[in-house]
């Protein structure tokens, strides 16, 4: 069992900028992966950006280049740079831990919205 917090979204114009941040309440040395995942009014949940226990990551076709997903298993902190953020990256972003055997830990999710 783990809980997630995220942190960091807000209202952004387009272009901008915006840092989001996942606390764990315990260890994440050992979860297979972190990820954070998206979903916006009426479309289903996507994965934005996956980093492992070893590092790897791999990112949605839409934000490969302007996102970076990056994980501190000395702070239990898990945090996506967002960066030449579009419209179309509105939505509710949401912290995940991607244990084994499909078990999946989320947070409550934070809002970004991109509006000029």
């Known amino acids: 069992q783990v809980q997630l917090v995220e942190s960091g979204g807000g209202l952004v114009q387009p272009g901008g900028s915006l840092r989001l941040s996942c606390a764990a309440s315990?260890?994440?040395?050992?979860?297979?992966?972190m990820a954070w995942y998206r979903q916006a009014p009426e479309k289903q949940r996507e994965l934005v950006a996956r980093?492992?226990?070893?590092?790897?990551?791999n990112y949605a076709a839409s934000v490969k280049g302007r996102f970076t997903i990056s994980r501190d298993n000395g702070q239990n902190t898990v945090t996506l740079q967002m960066n030449s953020l579009k419209v179309e990256d509105t939505a509710v972003y949401y912290c995940?831990?991607?244990?084994?055997?499909?078990?999946?830990?989320w947070g409550q999710g934070t809002q970004v919205t991109v509006s000029s």
């Open positions: 980093i492992s226990s070893g590092g790897s990551t």
């Open positions: 315990r260890s994440i040395i050992s979860i297979p992966a």
């Open positions: 995940c831990a991607e244990g084994y055997l499909g078990t999946y830990w």
